[in-house]
C-alpha cells in the first residue's frame, strides 16, 4: 500500500484493494452464516460451534502463519473448551 498523498488516496487505495474487498466478503458471509445457525439451531449449540473458533484460531497461527503458541494461551483454550463441554452437559 502506498502512503503517500492525501488521505483520500491512500483511503481509495484500501478499498479497492482485493484484499480488502475479500475480507469484507468473508466477514459478510459469517455473518449470514451466524444469523442462519442461530435461527436454526439451539443457542446452547451455536455458542458450543462458535468456541471451536478459538482452537481454530489457534491452528490458523500455527499452520498459516508459524506462530509459537505458549502453555498459557494452549491451556487457557483448554480450560474454555472444558467449560463449554460442563455447560452443554449441565
Known sequence: MNFEGPL???ALGYLTSPV???GFAVYAMAALVWVYCLSAFDLSYVTFVSSVQYVL???VSILV?????????WSGTV???IGVIF???G
Not at 502463519?65 to 494461551?73: D, G, L
Request: glycine share 0%; no cysteine; proline share 0%.
Open 57 to 59: 484460531l489457534i491452528l
Open 8 to 10: 483520500w488516496t491512500i
Open 20 to 22: 480488502i474487498i475479500a
Open 79 to 81: 480450560i474454555i473448551m
Open 87 to 89: 455447560w452443554l452437559r
Open 65 to 73: 502463519f508459524q506462530e509459537q503458541i505458549s502453555v498459557m494461551k
